[in-house]
């Protein structure tokens, strides 16, 4: 069996659903495994482009079924749109797309707490994306969840009905509107109606496909760096982001991941609060214009920064990583010189990212190497050895750093422009 876990190298945004969408060509399998709709993978290819949150981004290679975890959390409205999106797009998910009854939902009251919690924290708020992701994986680990499973019988209206009385005094002392018993119930009964023909327990599908040597793709959301644990805590997301989630979040033993697929962006972006060692604050110069981009989730505009490569090399040690593909080598053409992050300093000693917290990495020194860059527009580029050779140089010293070798390099947004090495 093949199982190959998907990850992003950085803050996010690392360009996670272009890979899934040209890997997923070869996957009989593809899965989301932590996060929820907090997530925008942007795929473009032959049905368009789509910004997808919850489904699989492999799902459209027709050969391939879609799984969303156990350890996936679920905006039930949001992923009817999906769903709804893709089969108008002809993608075609019935009868390929399977929801673990044990993924839990987001319930209005999340989204609600989520947004009172950030305002609560003014100038120390995450910058979350607001979509509950706090407040429904805190429900999760104190037992007061909800999953699909709970609709099977009247375990939901109990649940609910305990926890608004709970939600609702938390609510009304923050200063928010309180929620309606009945309404909340009727509009989740309806979702579940519609949603019902998806959920399908995965153990054994799982448990088959292994035994079978079926392949798996497993699709990160968030990145390795928003991770709960290792990511810049308090400034990271609820969920596990690194490979071993994939082992909680769908049921596949650990010793199966052994290709990691690290997705790592030519530059550094981030969205939200939190350190970002290699930032470009000039709002006005080239480089701040070049890598700028519009988040797929909230619209915000991304902060940037230069190349890390202690951040790279860190989560090629966490994850395991096997392999890079790298994206946007394109963006970086026409920049006469690229600056590279090479290691921290603090008080000139060396340092690394995992020995200091959050706030610590705020005052590392970043330790720059300058690199030529190339004026060619790469854009079009099948080969690695088309590529000029100061962006053949760039691949390379990503490779050294990490001690990955780069299999991909993405040279535009579309599924096709990937040059495979
Ligand atoms: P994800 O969350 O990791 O899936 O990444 P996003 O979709 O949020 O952000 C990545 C952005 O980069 C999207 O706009 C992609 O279309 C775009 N992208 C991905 N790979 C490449 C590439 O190699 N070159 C260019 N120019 N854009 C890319
Ligand atoms: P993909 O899968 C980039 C960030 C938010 C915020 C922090 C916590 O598209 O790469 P949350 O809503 O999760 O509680 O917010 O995490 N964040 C992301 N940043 N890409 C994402 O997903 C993100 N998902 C969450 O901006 O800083
Ligand atoms: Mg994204």
Redesign the pocket.
């Known amino acids: 069996m093949t199982v190959i876990a998907v990850i992003?190298s950085q803050?996010?945004?690392?360009g996670?659903?272009k890979v899934v969408d040209f890997l997923a060509e070869r996957a009989d399998y593809v899965a989301r495994f932590n996060?929820?709709n907090?997530?925008?993978?942007?795929v473009i290819n032959e049905f368009g482009t789509f910004k997808i949150?919850l489904v699989p981004s492999g799902i459209f290679a027709q050969n391939t079924v879609g799984l969303i975890g156990g350890g996936v959390v679920i905006d039930p409205a949001v992923l009817i749109e999906e769903v709804e999106m893709l089969n108008k797009a002809g993608v075609g998910v019935d009868g390929r797309l399977w929801i673990s009854p044990r993924s839990h939902l987001i319930m209005p009251y999340h989204k609600i707490l989520?947004g009172l919690y950030e305002e609560a924290k003014g100038a120390g708020a995450?910058?979350?994306?607001?979509?509950?992701?706090?407040p429904v994986f805190a429900d999760k680990v104190s037992y007061n969840g909800i999953r699909w499973t709970d609709f099977t019988s009247d375990m939901f209206e109990k649940r609910l009905a305990t926890q608004l009385e709970l939600k609702n005094k938390i609510i009304a002392a923050l200063g928010g509107e309180v929620l309606k018993y009945e309404a909340v119930r009727d509009e989740y009964r309806g979702y579940y109606l519609k949603i019902k023909p998806y959920i399908k327990e995965l153990f054994s599908l799982v448990q088959d496909g292994l035994k079978a040597d079926k392949t798996f793709l497993l699709e990160?959301?968030?990145?390795t760096f928003?991770d709960t644990d290792w990511g810049t805590y308090p400034?990271?997301?609820?969920?596990t982001t690194i490979p071993s989630a994939a082992s909680a979040g769908l049921g596949i033993p650990p010793k199966y991941i052994q290709n990691v697929v690290g997705v790592t962006k030519a530059y550094t972006?981030?969205?939200?609060?939190?350190p970002l060692p290699t930032e470009i604050h000039d709002t006005d110069s080239e480089v701040y214009k070049k890598f700028g981009e519009v988040?797929?989730?909230?619209g915000?505009i991304?902060r940037v920064g230069w190349l890390d490569l202690e951040i790279v090399k860190t989560a090629a040690q966490l994850s395991g990583m096997t392999e890079i593909c790298l994206t946007k080598l394109d963006v970086l053409s026409g920049l006469e010189e690229i600056k590279v992050c090479t290691r921290y300093e603090l008080s000139c000693d060396p340092v690394r990212y995992a020995d200091v917290d959050a706030y610590g990495l705020d005052k590392v020194e970043t330790v720059y190497e300058t690199v030529p860059g190339w004026s060619e527009d790469i854009s079009k580029a099948k080969s690695f050895e088309e590529l000029p050779v100061n962006a053949q140089k760039y691949v390379q010293m990503i490779e050294d750093a990490a001690g990955v070798p780069v299999k991909w390099i993405g040279v535009g947004p579309e599924r096709e422009a990937t040059i495979r090495r």
């Open positions: 992003g803050w996010g945004d690392e996670k659903g996060g929820g907090n997530a925008g993978h942007t949150h989520d995450t910058g979350t994306t607001r979509r509950g992701i706090g990160q959301a968030m990145g928003l400034f990271v997301t609820a969920s972006t981030r969205v939200g609060a939190g988040a797929a989730t909230t915000r991304r």
